[in-house]
T-cell receptor, first 115, second 109 residues
Framework: GAVVSQHPSWVICKSGTSVKIECRSLDFQATTMFWYRQFPKQSLMLMATSNEGSKATYEQGVEKDKFLINHASLTLSTLTVTSAHPEDSSFYIC???????????FGQGTRLTVV | GQNIDQPTEMTATEGAIVQINCTYQTSGFNGLFWYQQHAGEAPTFLSYNVLDGLEEKGRFSSFLSRSKGYSYLLLKELQMKDSASYLCAVREGDYKLSFGAGTTVTVRA
């Protein structure tokens, strides 16, 4: 299947700093990528849809000024958590479609811990 | 939006069969997926249904009834490594997936 690479796998940052997470489709072009957040023992919650060359679409309740998404190329989307706080500590996962009626492919996920 | 419901937890013994049910309500159904997720890891794809009926893939099978808004994932010949969370996800449009809360399956010896 197609490969989606997410980096870093884990990151610890101080409260008030910003963290950038990258999501790359390695062997296909993805005009659309998705960013999810998952708190312990909960399911994946869609945060936003990242569209190549245009603004991201955010789900209700997600602050677009806090979670900056950039999809500058067909193989790369980035999520920047700005002014991180401990409550932002979570597992962030990206996914990309491969076209047609196929499954979305997930990155490895990023465990963010804000101290 | 969607309402996706699945049981929170299930327990079964090694070698047994477990069926995980999922019901959903959606305005633009375009496929139902099942994913397996081990703790601290990203979900991995198990199965996909877009038409009514049963899809079989080795020890795992998935069933869909669009008219009833219902699906199930059947795990046969359970192994210890099958202990994980199983996520039911509904797709609207081309790629957007919405997930249920997940069912934690515990396999006991």
């Amino acid at each position: 299947g197609a490969v989606v690479s997410q980096h870093p796998s884990w990151v610890i940052c101080k409260s008030g700093t910003s963290v950038k997470i990258e999501c790359r489709s390695l062997d296909f072009q993805a005009t659309t990528m998705f960013w999810y957040r998952q708190f312990p023992k909960q399911s994946l919650m869609l945060m936003a849809t990242s569209n190549e060359g245009s603004k991201a679409t955010y789900e209700q309740g997600v602050e677009k000024d806090k979670f900056l998404i950039n999809h500058a190329s067909l193989t790369l989307s980035t999520l920047t958590v700005t002014s991180a706080h401990p409550e932002d500590s979570s597992f962030y996962i990206c996914s990309a479609g491969h076209g047609g009626n196929t499954e979305a492919f997930f990155g490895q996920g990023t465990r963010l811990t804000v101290v | 939006g969607q309402n996706i419901d699945q049981p929170t937890e299930m327990t079964a013994t090694e070698g047994a069969i477990v069926q995980i049910n999922c019901t959903y309500q959606t305005s633009g159904f375009n496929g139902l997926f099942w994913y397996q997720q081990h703790a601290g890891e990203a979900p991995t794809f198990l199965s996909y249904n877009v038409l009514d009926g049963l899809e079989e893939k080795g020890r795992f099978s998935s069933f869909l009834s669009r008219s009833k808004g219902y699906s199930y994932l059947l795990l046969k010949e359970l192994q210890m490594k099958d202990s994980a969370s199983y996520l039911c996800a509904v797709r609207e449009g081309d790629y957007k997936l919405s997930f249920g809360a997940g069912t934690t399956v515990t396999v006991r010896a």
